[in-house]
């Protein structure tokens, strides 16, 4: 949000040698993707102008020797020694390019179960876990960031429970996401009672566990730290494109992308905020983008380096992409709608319907030019014939989002002030731009004085930055304080909601945190995992406030503050011209 923190994610990340702005970055990208000088400068002119951004190892590696584009990788982890250790020396080979891993550890046997080659008993896949851990822990991202993971195991592993409570103390395995991957059965047992039957018995120690025991696990842990996360076996195989290559058992760090063993993806980001013109949204201006970034996603298939062969024979196989948005709630504010409305839902809804279409007219043409992708017979896709497999997926937009100026994919503002920690080693105090304009302006046109006005403004902006709200300052207008409603404000069934409506039209899945309130309960968390799997949702995050110490963004008075450097839409080195 802040020209400070742009550019020192800029410095950090995307700057190689020799270059001193983002301008230079986006020439290096579309050099290195442009088949001839026309397409280099319509992908220059996507990127320069914020209108699309790619993923970060597209940004920090296209046009360098490294040359590793992608983002997300998902690796399969063997039940052997060397089919786990290749696995983690895969998935080192990952990291260091820039790339994030998903490996789902079901295959690996339960603690205490023989093994016949040393005769002794296996460990379990938590103790595996634990070391792919340390290795990440050693390993930057291509020297610029620290490698991030997803561990999942399957609801029905006898060591489901060991493997839940694995990050019940802070800090533990700290480069792992934990997910469960839930089945329609499981799912069907919880709502309808079923709770005190036996699930699972442990085929060594003969202990029987009960699906009630696991809910409550899994519960307990989502309320005390915010996970594990859970995902959705059934609703993510229903919509699996290509059934016949086996189904998905993984996904990404961030679980927007839902990918079988070995398979890679490339994502991308439209800024809705960018469309926003005089109180509407630019709907042709809104799909040329779109088509431009559906080439530009595809193209990084055919120039990427690879980290290991299987990788690239995988994604080639299927050659899928994730374009989503980011900019979301930045794009709301600026229509009038309030994020936790029906009219912002079906807004929504109507958008992300417009870029899947578009995508998927898009790959069709491509299909026409260059081939429909290499596993397309057979998939779901036949009889029409597509270029990619997937198309859509709606990612964090973590550091891009924040290169764009703009709200982060889906999600509502956490807060219109907060600090930032953790970021390019940095603390940065942010103050949404939007929101300092309209509150400058709605506060002067109560004050008499022009030194009344700055007095309250100020106080309001030190209160939202302690709080996270205006909603208790009543002498506020309700209708700026019904717009200005930030994560905390909005109830986690209307955080569930806009994910569905999202995923109605998304191919893959969405990253996004169901944000609760300290206050929140165990029967909520409940409640919440068991609504989003009725929205058919792919997965579910859920964070209840105060529930963990190290966070990166935060409330209050933290020490060591980076002043914010002014309010500004985006820095004036990224602005288009």
């Given at each position: 949000?802040?020209?400070?923190?742009?550019?020192?994610?800029?410095?950090?990340?995307?700057?190689?040698?020799?270059?001193?702005?983002?301008?230079?970055?986006?020439?290096?990208?579309?050099?290195?993707?442009?088949?001839?000088?026309?397409?280099?400068?319509?992908?220059?002119?996507?990127?320069?102008?914020?209108?699309?951004?790619?993923?970060?190892?597209?940004?920090?590696?296209?046009?360098?020797?490294?040359?590793?584009?992608?983002?997300?990788?998902?690796?399969?982890?063997?039940?052997?020694?060397?089919?786990?250790?290749?696995?983690?020396?895969?998935?080192?080979?990952?990291?260091?390019?820039?790339?994030?891993?998903?490996?789902?550890?079901?295959?690996?046997?339960?603690?205490?179960?023989?093994?016949?080659?040393?005769?002794?008993?296996a460990s379990g896949p938590v103790s595996f876990m634990r070391i792919f851990?340390?290795?990440?822990?050693?390993?930057?991202?291509?020297?610029?960031?620290?490698?991030?993971?997803?561990?999942?195991?399957?609801?029905?592993?006898?060591?489901?429970?060991?493997?839940?409570?694995?990050?019940?103390?802070?800090?533990?395995?700290?480069?792992?996401?934990?997910?469960?991957?839930?089945?329609?059965?499981?799912?069907?047992?919880?709502?309808?009672?079923?709770?005190?039957?036996?699930?699972?018995?442990h085929p060594c120690t003969g202990d029987e566990v009960t699906a009630g025991?696991?809910?409550?696990?899994?519960?307990?842990?989502?309320?005390?730290?915010?996970?594990?996360?859970?995902?959705?076996?059934?609703?993510?195989?229903?919509?699996?494109?290509?059934?016949?290559?086996?189904?998905?058992?993984?996904?990404?760090?961030?679980?927007?992308?839902?990918?079988?063993?070995?398979?890679?993806?490339?994502?991308?980001?439209?800024?809705?905020?960018?469309?926003?013109?005089?109180?509407?949204?630019?709907?042709?201006?809104?799909?040329?983008?779109?088509?431009?970034?559906?080439?530009?996603?595809?193209?990084?298939?055919?120039?990427?380096?690879?980290?290991?062969?299987?990788?690239?024979?995988?994604?080639?196989?299927?050659?899928?992409?994730?374009?989503?948005?980011?900019?979301?709630?930045?794009?709301?504010?600026?229509?009038?709608?309030?994020?936790?409305?029906?009219?912002?839902?079906?807004?929504?809804?109507?958008?992300?319907?417009?870029?899947?279409?578009?995508?998927?007219?898009?790959?069709?043409?491509?299909?026409?030019?260059?081939?429909?992708?290499?596993?397309?017979?057979?998939?779901?896709?036949?009889?029409?014939?597509?270029?990619?497999?997937?198309?859509?997926?709606?990612?964090?937009?973590?550091?891009?989002?924040?290169?764009?100026?703009?709200?982060?994919?889906?999600?509502?503002?956490?807060?219109?002030?907060?600090?930032?920690?953790?970021?390019?080693?940095?603390?940065?105090?942010?103050?949404?731009?939007?929101?300092?304009?309209?509150?400058?302006?709605?506060?002067?046109?109560?004050?008499?004085?022009?030194?009344?006005?700055?007095?309250?403004?100020?106080?309001?902006?030190?209160?939202?930055?302690?709080?996270?709200?205006?909603?208790?300052?009543?002498?506020?207008?309700?209708?700026?304080?019904?717009?200005?409603?930030?994560?905390?404000?909005?109830?986690?069934?209307?955080?569930?909601?806009?994910?569905?409506?999202?995923?109605?039209?998304?191919?893959?899945?969405?990253?996004?945190?169901?944000?609760?309130?300290?206050?929140?309960t165990r029967e909520d968390v409940a409640a919440a995992v068991i609504l989003?799997?009725?929205?058919?949702?792919?997965?579910?995050?859920?964070?209840?406030?105060?529930?963990?110490?190290?966070?990166?963004?935060?409330?209050?008075?933290?020490?060591?503050?980076?002043?914010?450097?002014?309010?500004?839409?985006?820095?004036?080195?990224?602005?288009?011209?």
């Open positions: 949000m802040t020209a400070g923190i742009a550019r020192s994610i800029l410095a950090a990340r995307y700057l190689r040698d020799g270059e001193s702005s983002f301008t230079d970055v986006c020439r290096r990208v579309a050099a290195a993707l442009g088949r001839n000088d026309q397409e280099a400068a319509t992908f220059f002119g996507e990127m320069h102008s914020l209108r699309f951004l790619p993923n970060s190892p597209t940004l920090m590696n296209a046009g360098t020797e490294l040359g590793q584009l992608a983002a997300c990788f998902t690796l399969h982890v063997g039940d052997s020694i060397p089919e786990i250790f290749d696995a983690l020396k895969w998935g080192a080979l990952i990291h260091q390019s820039g790339g994030g891993t998903g490996y789902n550890f079901s295959a690996i046997r339960p603690k205490a179960s023989p093994v016949r080659l040393s005769e002794g008993v851990n340390e290795a990440t822990e050693v390993i930057r991202q291509g020297g610029r960031r620290r490698g991030a993971n997803i561990g999942i195991l399957n609801v029905g592993h006898p060591d489901i429970l060991e493997f839940i409570c694995s990050k019940q103390t802070e800090g533990e395995l700290a480069n792992f996401n934990i997910s469960v991957m839930a089945d329609d059965t499981f799912m069907r047992w919880i709502t309808e009672g079923r709770t005190n039957e036996v699930w699972l018995t025991a696991i809910w409550e696990a899994l519960v307990d842990g989502i309320w005390t730290n915010g996970e594990p996360g859970v995902l959705f076996s059934g609703e993510i195989n229903r919509h699996n494109p290509t059934p016949r290559l086996g189904p998905i058992e993984a996904t990404n760090p961030c679980g927007e992308q839902p990918l079988l063993p070995f398979e890679s993806c490339v994502l991308g980001s439209v800024n809705l905020a960018r469309f926003v013109e005089d109180g509407k949204v630019d709907a042709a201006a809104f799909r040329r983008t779109i088509t431009i970034a559906v080439r530009f996603l595809d193209r990084i298939i055919d120039v990427n380096r690879y980290p290991i062969p299987a990788i690239e024979e995988a994604t080639h196989q299927t050659r899928k992409i994730g374009l989503g948005v980011m900019g979301v709630h930045d794009a709301l504010l600026m229509l009038g709608l309030p994020y936790d409305t029906e009219e912002a839902r079906e807004l929504c809804r109507s958008l992300m319907e417009t870029l899947t279409r578009t995508a998927v007219a898009t790959s069709h043409e491509l299909a026409r030019e260059t081939g429909p992708f290499p596993a397309w017979k057979g998939s779901i896709w036949e009889p029409r014939t597509v270029r990619n497999a997937a198309l859509t997926s709606i990612a964090p937009t973590g550091s891009i989002s924040l290169l764009a100026g703009c709200s982060g994919g889906i999600e509502p503002l956490y807060s219109f002030a907060y600090t930032r920690r953790r970021t390019v080693d940095a603390t940065f105090e942010m103050l949404h731009p939007l929101f300092a304009r309209e509150l400058d302006t709605t506060v002067r046109s109560l004050c008499p004085t022009a030194g009344e006005a700055d007095r309250r403004i100020q106080e309001v902006i030190r209160h939202v930055r302690a709080t996270g709200t205006i909603q208790d300052i009543a002498w506020l207008p309700a209708s700026f304080r019904r717009l200005y409603r930030a994560a905390l404000d909005i109830g986690w069934e209307d955080h569930i909601k806009m994910q569905a409506a999202f995923q109605e039209h998304v191919h893959a899945s969405i990253s996004k945190t169901i944000n609760m309130p300290e206050t929140a989003a799997w009725e929205c058919r949702l792919k997965g579910v995050t859920i964070y209840r406030t105060g529930s963990r110490q190290d966070v990166v963004l935060a409330l209050g008075e933290e020490e060591e503050k980076q002043p914010w450097p002014g309010v500004c839409c985006r820095p004036p080195e990224l602005r288009a011209g």
